[in-house]
């Protein structure tokens, strides 16, 4: 069993040793009220610091020590009457308090402690002087300086010895930090978490940005220290450096519009090669927003590049839309990174609603997806728009304003039927009849 060192310690996480104590047994002067205790004044090597109360002792090898700085103490000989503290079970603060048996006579002996900020003491009673070893339960347990002495008594009075002190360590932590999403252009954050487990109690997280949520956004190439503090005010430290986005031959000036209801041309300025590198061709990436896999376009030389969605058999949703340049390093072809992505909304057969619909524009444009819905609907619409789903008679049971490109609408909970969706954006309105199937 590990033995917590009742001397002080440079760090709450360091190992836990077992060390000598020599706690001094005091005795009240009934004729001057003095706490008396003391010891030989002598000076030895191998010292070590014990703190005592108003009292700083040292406690030397040779089982002498040095009294100083008393306040209203005089000092005659004080018997050693406890060794040692040692840990038992550090989860439930269970502690062992080690005694030089056997005790002087007495018909009892109380150990007693607290936390040093207390003002009331706990204890155990025992009559036996040849006990050599005493279990105490500390509360709270972690991260606490506690006070500790032995009453004697004699039938009479009781006589206690100076008050020790000894630090319980911290619960154990671990913590670490993880890249979650790195950067995927050259403009973009990446996504940092916290990742903690063990301490005491509900956790507080401080991050160098000022966040205190697990997740963070770092700038690439940004170094965030993070901090977690537990109940007790134990902590740990940790640093994570954003990684760079590889901007190297990524297309410049990515835009992309719609040519009509299925058709995206996106366009964009040829990016410079490595050296010695050559160009093999560019391409168009797009996947359904919130999944994994990117349908590619063939290669092209050329910087303008189209997608018809007609007869694709796509899903209705927003689709993601990036470009990248395929070329030949001199040992073999790579691709680039990624553009941004951009994201237009597709209604998964091609008709659309608003002003624009004929010409292809994004301006005054809306879009209802899937129709008929089961669980969820998507309206695509200008950013800001108010939409609001409303049943025949034109009562409103839900509404929203888009943000991100579209808002979704829950329908879990309404009846099956016929309903409307009107989109308000500006002074335009739209209205749109669906289906809840």
């Given at each position: 069993?590990?033995a917590?060192?009742?001397l002080s310690s440079s760090s709450?996480?360091?190992?836990i040793?077992l060390l000598p104590?020599?706690?001094?047994f ?15 004044v002598?000076?030895?090597?191998g ?5 005592v109360?108003?009292t700083?002792?040292?406690y ?5 020590f040095s009294v ?9 000989d004080?018997e050693e009457?406890i060794?040692?503290?040692?840990v038992?079970?550090?989860?439930k603060?269970?502690?062992r308090?080690h005694l030089n ?6 018909s009892?002996y ?10 009331v ?6 009559t ?13 347990w972690f991260?606490n300086?506690i ?5 004697v008594d ?6 206690y010895s100076?008050?020790?002190t000894?630090?319980?360590p911290?619960r154990p932590?671990?913590?670490?930090t ?5 950067a995927?252009?050259?403009v973009?954050s ?5 990742i903690?487990?063990g301490?005491?109690?509900v956790k507080?997280?401080l991050?160098s940005?000022?966040a205190?949520?697990k997740r963070?956004?770092a700038g690439?190439?940004q ?5 977690i503090?537990d109940a007790?005010?134990?902590s ?6 954003a990684?760079?986005?590889?901007n ?6 990515w835009?992309?519009?719609k040519?009509?209801?299925t058709?995206?041309n996106g ?12 160009l093999i061709?560019y391409?168009?990436?797009y996947?359904?927003r ?15 590049i ?5 007869g694709s058999?796509?899903?209705?949703g ?6 990248f340049?395929?070329?030949?390093d001199?040992?073999g ?12 909304g597709y209604n998964g057969?091609?008709a ?5 619909a004929?010409?292809?524009?994004d301006v005054?444009v ?5 129709n008929?819905?089961?669980?969820e609907?998507?309206v695509?619409?200008a950013?800001g ?6 049943d025949?008679n ?9 943000t991100?490109?579209e ?5 879990s909970?309404?009846a099956t039927g016929?309903y ?12 749109e009849?669906f289906i809840?199937?």
């Open positions: 069993m590990a917590v060192n009742l709450r996480w360091s190992k040793l104590l020599v706690l001094l005091c005795k009240m002067n009934g004729q001057s009220g003095t706490v008396v205790c003391g010891g030989d002598s000076n030895s090597s010292s070590a610091s014990i703190s109360g108003a700083f002792y040292s030397f090898s040779d089982n002498q100083t700085q008393g306040l209203q103490q005089s000092y005659t004080c009457v060794d040692s503290v040692q038992i079970n550090l989860a603060g269970i502690y308090v048996a056997p005790l002087p006579a007495a009892s109380t150990v007693e402690w607290k936390p040093d900020t207390a003002s003491y706990r204890s155990k009673t025992f036996n002087p040849n006990v050599s070893a005493i279990n105490i339960s500390v509360k709270p991260n300086t006070a500790l002495r032995l009453g004699d039938g009479t009075s009781v006589s100076c008050e020790q000894f630090s319980t911290c932590m671990t913590l670490q993880a890249e979650q999403k790195p995927r252009c050259d973009d990446s996504l940092v978490r916290v903690y487990s301490g005491r109690g507080s997280i991050w940005n000022g205190t949520t963070t956004l690439q190439g170094t965030l220290t993070v901090t503090t007790t005010g134990c740990l430290t940790d640093s994570i450096t990684a760079t986005f590889d190297t031959a990524v297309p410049d000036s835009t992309l519009t040519g009509g209801p058709i995206y366009s964009f300025t040829a990016p410079t090669l490595p050296a010695g590198a050559t061709g391409r168009m990436a996947r359904l919130n999944t994994l896999t990117w349908t590619q376009t063939p290669l092209s030389q050329s910087t303008t189209s997608v018809d969605f007609t058999g796509l899903p209705s927003n689709y993601e839309f990036v470009a340049t395929r070329y030949n001199g040992t072809a790579v691709n680039s990174g990624f553009t941004c992505p951009i994201l237009k057969s091609g659309k609603s608003g002003a624009n004929a010409n292809g524009s005054g809306a879009s209802i997806y899937p008929p819905a089961s669980n609907l998507f695509a619409a950013e728009s108010e939409v609001s789903i409303m025949m034109g009562r409103v049971i839900a509404q929203n304003t888009v991100n490109a808002v979704a609408f829950d329908l909970e309404v016929a409307m969706v009107r989109i308000i954006n500006g002074s335009d309105v739209t209205v009849k809840k199937k």
